[in-house]
Every structure is written in structure tokens, then in C-alpha cells.
């Protein structure tokens, strides 16, 4: 039988929290209901009960909402972004924190004679089962295990020369640094970014200073983009080019111009059974 994708849930510590704290609500709605209708009458507890039970659904509603985002929804908005980025095939391709690999996997299927890589340091915290073989055994079952090389390493001190990526990714993962470190991060990226190399990065988080950081840093074309409301919470994309001939990322709706192809980066990966090399 072939293998199938498997991607977890993004923080599964939080929807876990989410569930459990809506089931806590609602389970008090009928006590505290009797309760106060004992000391301050029926009106009073019944409109007690809805309140409860209204915040136990605003918890179920935002857990189910989390688990359609990180499964449907990240999917379904990186495919119209990287169609939107009018991908030759030829690029090289870094994804930071990619977890199980959904969004990498959807940048590999894009390419050709291109080469992607996945750098993260694997904390079970994430994502759901997060972890170097979870994202080796995804990118196999896609078929694209082949075109992709899975590092460990820090997005604040990434193992590739300045120059290395044609297109950079970071999908709800540069929030989950300390704040202070968030800034050292994205001048990382930039720097192993190609002349007129690209970054497209999602988060829910301080978006405004990752825009504001990677101007300071001197990258061209720097766009916020409206909120997006597949995930909760809602996420905003941040699109920038690396100058001084950066191509320009100036619209996250489909205007923008595509990167030149560029040779595949030497990159390390398994031999025969075409598999990513796992550090």
C-alpha cells in the first residue's frame, strides 16, 4: 500500500489547552446555573449558563478552526502563493521550520532541476509529531524526497554560504523565536538569499516589525499583506527582495515577476533510494 502524507497539527499544546478549557466551561454552565438560581433567580442563572456556554463554544470553534488551518487551509494558501511567485523550476529553495513539511513539499512539487532544503530544529511544542523522519517520510510519499535535503539548524545561524536560496519560506515559524532573536533570524535569511533572491513569510506575529526589520536590512519591494483568515489566528503574509537587482515582490495577489533559474546549491542527499539526508 503507498505511504501517504502525514502532517500534524500546528501547536498542539495550545489547541490541546483550547479543547480542554472549552469542556471545563461547558461541563460548569448547568452547576453554576442552579447555583445562582438558588441565590439570584432563574434570569440570573440562565444567562449565566449562555455566557458559559457561549466562551466553551468560542474555544471549540477557534480549536476547530486551528486543526482546518494547519491541515487544509496552510495548504491551500502556500499553493496560490507559490503560484503566484511564477516559479521556474530551476530555483533553490529554503524553507525554515518546516516541521512535517506540508509547505515544503508543496514548494518541491514546483520544481524540476531546482533543490530545496529544510532547516529546523524539531520541537515537538510546533507541531504534532514534528521531527527530521516525520518530514523525510512525508517528502517520500509525495515524491519528492529527491529534489529536497533536511537539515537540523537554527534560522538564526543557517549552515549555507551568503547567496545560496533563490526563495526563502517561513511559515508560522520566525513568532515562535524570543523576540529579541526574531531580528537576527531574518537578517540570516537575507543574507543567504541570492542578488534578487526572494522571501515570503507568514506568521500571525509581529509582522509590522519583520516588515520593519527587513527594510532596515535593506531589502527591496517589502509588502505586508492584508490578514488572511484560513488559520487561527489569522496570519498576514510579509513578501520582500533581496537588492540590489532583487526582483520585485511587490504584490502577493499574482503580479509578481518571477526569479531567474539558477543552478540546484551542492547540497547533501541520501543516493539510491533518492531520500533527504537527515543530520
Not at 529544510?118 to 515524491?143: C, E, I, M
Not at 541520501?270 to 533527504?276: I, K
Request: glycine share 12%; proline share 5%.
Amino acid at each position: 500500500m503507498a505511504q501517504r502524507e502525514r502532517y500534524g497539527v500546528d501547536a498542539p499544546g495550545v489547541v490541546a489547552a483550547m479543547l480542554a478549557l472549552g469542556a471545563v466551561l461547558a461541563a460548569a454552565a448547568w452547576p453554576v446555573a442552579a447555583g445562582l438560581s438558588s441565590l439570584a433567580g432563574t434570569t440570573v442563572g440562565v444567562l449565566a449558563a449562555v455566557v458559559l456556554g457561549c466562551y466553551a463554544l468560542s474555544f471549540w470553534v477557534a480549536t476547530g478552526w486551528m486543526v482546518i488551518g494547519s491541515f487544509w487551509g496552510k495548504r491551500r494558501a502556500w499553493n496560490r502563493l507559490l503560484d503566484a511567485a511564477g516559479l521556474c523550476g530551476g530555483e533553490r529553495v529554503l524553507e525554515v521550520g518546516p516541521g512535517r513539511g506540508q509547505v515544503l513539499t508543496v514548494a518541491a512539487r514546483r520544481l524540476t532541476t531546482g533543490r530545496a532544503v529544510g532547516v529546523d530544529v524539531w520541537r515537538a511544542k510546533d507541531q504534532a509529531g514534528n521531527g527530521p523522519q516525520a518530514l523525510v517520510d512525508n517528502l517520500t510519499a509525495a515524491g519528492v524526497a529527491g529534489r529536497v535535503d533536511v537539515v537540523t539548524g537554527d534560522m538564526r545561524r543557517l549552515p549555507f554560504p551568503s547567496g545560496s536560496f533563490d526563495l526563502a519560506l517561513a511559515c508560522l515559524a520566525v513568532h515562535n523565536l524570543p523576540a529579541a532573536d526574531q531580528a537576527v533570524a531574518l537578517t540570516e535569511i537575507l543574507r543567504v538569499l541570492a542578488p534578487g533572491g526572494r522571501l515570503i513569510l507568514l506568521d500571525f506575529r509581529r509582522t509590522d516589525h519583520f516588515a520593519a526589520v527587513l527594510r532596515e536590512s535593506g531589502a527591496r519591494d517589502v509588502v505586508r499583506g492584508r490578514r488572511r483568515w484560513f488559520n487561527y489566528p489569522p496570519v498576514r503574509v510579509v513578501t520582500a527582495a533581496k537588492g540590489p537587482d532583487g526582483t520585485s515582490a511587490e504584490n502577493l495577489d499574482g503580479r509578481s515577476r518571477p526569479a531567474a533559474s539558477s543552478p540546484g546549491i551542492d547540497a547533501r542527499h541520501a543516493g539510491d533510494r533518492g531520500r533527504s539526508l537527515v543530520e
